[in-house]
């Protein structure tokens, strides 16, 4: 009788010996990576550049500054409150977010403004630029219902002379059209968009300027 009881204590515990290892190694088991990765993408000019728009234009982009919470990090941030920034840990960019957004601004900004060359920063001192355009990135995040915003600082310079032309603070956001890190991106993306339609209006204006010079009193 000990014997039987005994024998169906061990039996019991071998069961349970297995049971519990059993879910050892799935817990050890590898576990699939939950993170999914984002690129902003340039969007479509939202006035087609003319026949003849800046033809032969020759613009400098950059330095393009983001602040570090920002460039730093791969995580995408969202805008927990005024003071307070969180980290997606799922949501991630494919490349350094800099990097991705100036490739993407100097992409809207040449399919808007037509025949012109974008040189990205740093650039040789002996390649010709006629604009030089330097941007401080203050923020670039999602809130926390997955809008977007953007607020940045960019100046116009004389490419020769680097004499500031123009000077704009831009504060842009937009509506995510759903939930999900995919939709924050495009509304990301469509903030870079905006900015890169502000740059071209204030690019063309200058160019009307020189096109059409200011008459000095006495001119006929």
């Known amino acids: 009788m000990i014997n039987s009881l005994a024998r169906g204590a061990a039996a019991g515990a071998f069961v349970i010996g297995l049971v519990i290892l059993a879910g050892c190694s799935s817990l050890l088991a590898p576990q699939p ?33 983001l602040p570090s919470y920002l460039s730093g990090r791969d995580e995408i941030a969202t805008r927990a409150a005024p003071n307070r920034i969180e980290y997606s840990a799922t949501d991630r960019w494919a490349e350094p977010v800099d990097t991705n957004f100036s490739r993407v601004l100097g992409k809207d900004i040449s399919d808007s403004l037509g025949n012109v060359q974008i040189v990205t920063y ?13 941007i401080d990135v203050e923020r670039f995040e999602r809130a926390q219902n997955g809008d977007s915003e953007l607020s940045a600082h960019w100046t116009i310079k004389d490419g020769k002379s680097d004499k500031i032309l123009l000077a704009q603070q831009s504060d842009i956001h937009h509506g995510a059209q759903a939930k999900g890190g995919e939709a924050s991106v495009a509304a990301l993306s469509a903030d870079v968009g905006d900015l890169g339609d ?23």
């Open 122 to 134: 740093p650039w040789f001192r002996s390649t010709p630029i006629d604009y030089k355009i330097e």
């Open 198 to 220: 502000q740059i071209v209006t204030a690019v063309r204006g200058l160019q009307e300027e020189n096109s059409h010079p200011a008459r000095r009193p006495g001119d006929n």
């Open 33 to 65: 990576d939950p993170s999914k990765f984002f690129v902003l993408s340039a969007t479509a000019p939202s006035t087609p550049p003319p026949a003849n728009a800046a033809g032969g234009l020759s613009i400098g982009l950059g330095p393009v500054r």
